[in-house]
Nanobody, 124 residues
């Protein structure tokens, strides 16, 4: 049974930083592509960042590029999202996701396992 557990969310002032973590179990994490998505209040879920199995390739949405960094530690079965220069519009529930087979992608429909999410609130 695949489980993804996010942590690290919270309340931060604009301009601040947070690091989210997602720890996985029940899968071969070292070969699993991982993604971060978010759902702002009243909006649909949107792509944030994705990373391939060994961390050699990553992708970002335009609105986080240059501010967020995705990374992974396969020895710890954990993927991270370092978020710097946070803005109020980054306020959302952040989810990590993985898929069985296929590359890392920004398409949410491609992922078949999701965490429960962690709330990030950025105050102005």
């Amino acid at each position: 049974q695949v489980q993804l557990v996010e942590s690290g969310g919270g309340l931060v002032q604009a301009g601040g930083s947070l690091r989210l973590a997602c720890t996985a179990s029940g899968l071969a994490f070292s070969v699993a592509p991982m993604g971060w998505f978010r759902q702002p209040p009243g909006k649909e879920r949107e792509f944030v960042a994705a990373i391939n199995w060994n961390g050699g390739s990553s992708d970002y949405s335009n609105f986080v590029k240059g501010r967020f960094t995705i990374s992974r530690d396969n020895a710890k079965n954990t993927v991270y999202l370092q978020m710097n220069s946070l803005k109020p519009e980054d306020t959302a529930i952040y989810y990590c996701a993985t898929r069985t087979g296929g590359p890392a992608t920004g398409n949410s429909w491609a992922y078949n396992y999701w965490g429960q999410g962690t709330q990030v609130t950025v105050s102005s």
